[in-house]
């Protein structure tokens, strides 16, 4: 993780790269694969800025990495710190590390965006929901194509990001780990078949978190508390449960009972949603939509390719 970072200047924050860095660099350029092109860059080019890349964005800024060393390819107007260099047509050659970040209907126009261009980058990361790795791959040569599904936490360095490769060496998995591990939890994924999964709870999770807490507030609103109040209080109970939970050797699922007295007011709720495993088969049949939907994008991905 230093070693990739390191290609990165960063504020007197950040990390300092090992000795003999430079070195095992050069021997990995050195290796076969896609060569890069005689004007690749060093740094990060970010392909979309919309809610999850610019969530990456500000996330690898707050690790540390230099803003001026990252450069946003969008035809629109988004909303960049200080300091990000804004395109909206790539430059001329291949950066290092080339991450895809639109929607996954736009894998055409970025495919056609780097369209006749000779090599390719060192590392392709893709967070296109539901598009393959073999669609990747054919889409923009790549030394090494890794999946990624982040989440919307990551722009506070709390979410979690799922990856996948198939046939890419240690060191292009220690690059793509290394670029991520600044945002969160990093899960790398056994088979690609289970990404669809981890894209439901993990990648779509957040959403039906968000959704919880509204409806956590707004059944306390209709018990009599103001809605701004029952919404702070929702609020701070998820937050407080959740590190809690996150810190504990016991499973949440312990930890509620043990909250649970027999006869108590918590155990009385938590009969509604224990009753014919209600919450279980809601989250079952959320999850399942998700993934089925996922599923749908990447035959869709496929059929254009």
């Not at 804004?86 to 991450?99: D, I, N, R, Y």
């Not at 194509?145 to 979410?159: D, E, H, Q, S, T």
């Not at 056994?190 to 959704?211: H, Q």
């Amino acid at each position: 993780m230093r070693a990739f970072l390191s290609r990165f200047p960063v504020r007197p924050v950040g990390r300092q790269e090992p000795e003999g860095g430079a070195r095992r660099r050069a021997d990995r350029d050195a290796r076969g694969g896609v060569s890069p092109s005689p004007s690749s860059s060093a740094g990060i080019w970010l392909v979309g800025a919309g809610n999850m890349g610019g969530a990456m964005l500000r996330g690898w800024l707050a690790s540390g990495i230099a803003a001026d060393r990252v450069t946003v390819i969008d035809p629109g107007s988004p909303d960049l710190p200080d300091g990000v260099r804004h395109v909206s047509a790539a430059p001329e050659g291949w950066p290092e590390t080339l991450v895809l970040a639109v929607k996954p209907q736009q894998l055409d126009a970025a495919r056609a965006m780097f369209a006749g261009r000779e090599g390719g980058p060192r590392l392709l990361l893709s967070i296109l929901a539901g598009v393959e790795v073999a669609t990747l791959a054919a889409a923009i040569p790549a030394e090494a194509v890794v999946r990624a599904m982040p989440n919307l936490p990551v722009a506070i360095g709390k979410g979690v990001t799922a990856l996948y490769a198939d046939g890419v060496d240690d060191a292009r998995r220690s690059e793509a780990e290394a670029l991520v591990a600044p945002l969160g939890l990093v899960e790398w994924i056994g088979g690609e078949a289970l990404f669809d999964a981890v894209t439901a709870l993990s990648g779509c999770g957040p959403g039906f978190v968000f959704r919880f807490i509204d409806a956590l507030a707004t059944a306390g609103a209709r018990l009599g508390l103001p809605a701004d109040q029952a919404q702070r209080l929702a609020l701070a109970t998820v937050e407080g449960s959740a590190l809690m939970a996150a810190g504990s050797a016991e499973s949440p699922a312990t930890l509620a009972d043990r909250v649970a007295s027999p006869g108590g007011s918590t155990r009385e709720g938590l009969n509604m949603l224990d009753r014919d495993d209600a919450l279980i088969e809601l989250l079952a049949a959320t999850l399942g939509a998700s993934a089925a939907r996922n599923r749908a994008m990447a035959e869709e991905a496929r059929t254009r390719s």
